[in-house]
């Protein structure tokens, strides 16, 4: 009799939570490549919860951090496809669904964040995202890559001139290509997972990216010395999958946009507030840190400029550089 009760109990405790549950949960899978302690991870664990709340559990992001679901361009084809619901992708590896999304990666671009912000929550950014929709993808919030540094193990880089023959990884698009040829380095594309391994193993003398991505990937223990040339600021994108997006409710929607706008700010935040934290740990490691007059590498990437207004064409630049006249 006992024995009976107790099933029967149980089977009425599955009952009440299966009660609570919410009747038409979705789950989407958030995936990104970086680390679980970088601000791209900490903000989307943040997201992730405040949207579970907020919809009751009805929408339920999991995430996934270090490339648990694949590099970018595995991820991309993945949200075009609605085999995956979501991710935060470095803008510039969405060059392969439009080229114009290159223009996100145009060298020396913005003299302040402020500036990069204004664009990418403004015009700019909602003409991206234009682009993005086309391609079955909806952009719901810039985020942050931040400026782009160089690390390396021949010496300090202080003009282009130190950059010549460095065999130097970049992410896989053309534009950072070009940049890097245009400086005199020798580049060469390489997936992210992969990079560490090739700088341990010196098939590569350098490589480049935000100071946070430098420190969190422990790149201070296979490279010496870290240049601050803040050749590129990137942004982040937190995509989710159009088929996807389609599944849920105007009134959660509406939610999402709300949480991914607060945690946008949010891991801004982190990405400023860890510059200077970062050249002190980085230090602490053992690295040798320096500053760089961007002068002369401005003038070195102006042929990339000119090459590729053309591909961008007058309007995207016209706006880009509206943004660029702000203080």
Do not use: C
């Not at 934290?277 to 690295?287: D, F, T």
């Amino acid at each position: 009799m006992r024995l009976k009760k107790s099933l029967f109990g149980l089977v009425m405790t599955g009952a009440s939570l299966l009660a609570m549950a919410p009747a038409h949960a979705l789950d989407i899978k958030l995936g990104h490549v970086l680390a679980p302690n970088h601000s791209w991870g900490v903000a989307a664990d943040g997201f992730a919860q405040e949207v579970k709340e907020r919809t009751d559990g009805r929408i339920n992001f999991v995430t996934y951090p270090s490339g648990q679901l694949g590099n970018e361009k595995t991820m991309l084809e993945g949200l075009q496809i609605g085999s995956q619901g979501a991710a935060i992708i470095g803008s510039g590896s969405l060059q392969p669904i439009d080229a114009k999304f290159g223009i996100v990666e145009l060298p020396y671009t913005w003299a302040n964040v402020q500036q990069a912000y204004n664009a990418y929550d403004g015009e700019l950014g909602e003409k991206l995202a234009e682009l993005a929709d086309k391609r079955n993808l909806v952009i719901v919030s810039w985020w942050e890559n931040g400026f782009r540094h160089m690390t390396n193990n021949r010496g300090p880089i202080n003009t282009p001139a130190d950059m010549t023959g460095l065999k130097t990884r970049v992410t896989p698009d053309k534009m950072r290509l070009d940049t890097f040829t245009a400086l005199g380095a020798n580049p060469a594309p390489l997936a992210f997972g992969e990079l560490y391994s090739a700088l341990q193993q010196k098939v590569f003398d350098a490589q480049e990216n935000p100071l946070s991505i430098i420190y969190t990937s422990s790149f201070f223990d296979v490279q010496q010395y870290a240049s601050l040339t803040g050749h590129v600021w990137g942004p982040a994108s937190l995509i989710i999958s159009k088929p996807v997006w389609k599944k849920i409710s105007d009134e959660d929607k509406a939610i999402i946009l709300e949480a991914a706008a607060t945690w946008r700010d949010k891991q801004r935040e982190m990405v400023q507030e860890g510059e200077q934290e970062y050249v002190r740990l980085l230090e602490e490691k053992g690295m040798k840190v320096n500053t760089v007059d961007p002068a002369p590498f401005m003038e070195a990437v102006q042929p990339v400029w000119a090459e590729y207004e053309k591909v961008f064409g007058q309007d995207l630049m016209d706006t880009l550089q509206q943004y660029r006249q702000e203080n």
